[in-house]
Nanobody, 120 residues
């Protein structure tokens, strides 16, 4: 049983941080990321980071230069630092983790979602 739990932290300067911790019987986490969804639209990738010899981060064009994703491998957490938020960032944000297991395909797990509302 694997659970993903999201949390939020309001920062000064119009910024907000999202954090997610993965708990349960974990062998290895390949990638972690954040997605968001608004009513009537498909869930879209915000940012993701994969583990390998080099850590790779991918960002949606709409958040490049404003959002930063980070991953703590020891704590099985992923965070998203969101800066210069605007109303277009309003959405439900979902944490995602791609878990690996020996001789088994990867499995996707999702958090319950966190509503982020940016008013102006």
């Amino acid at each position: 049983q694997v659970q993903l739990v999201e949390s939020t932290l309001v920062q000064s300067g119009g910024s907000l941080s999202l954090s997610c911790v993965v708990s349960g019987n974990i062998y290895k986490i390949y990638s972690m990321g954040w997605y968001r969804q608004t009513p009537g639209k498909e869930r879209e990738l915000v940012a993701s980071i994969s583990h390998g010899d080099t850590n790779y981060a991918d960002y949606a064009d709409s958040v490049k230069g404003r959002f930063t994703i980070s991953r703590d491998y020891a704590e099985n957490t992923v965070s998203l630092e969101m800066n210069r938020l605007n109303p277009e960032d309003t959405a439900v944000y979902y944490c995602n983790a791609d878990l690996l297991a020996p001789l088994a395909p990867s499995s996707d797990y999702w958090g319950q979602g966190t509503q982020v509302t940016v008013s102006s």
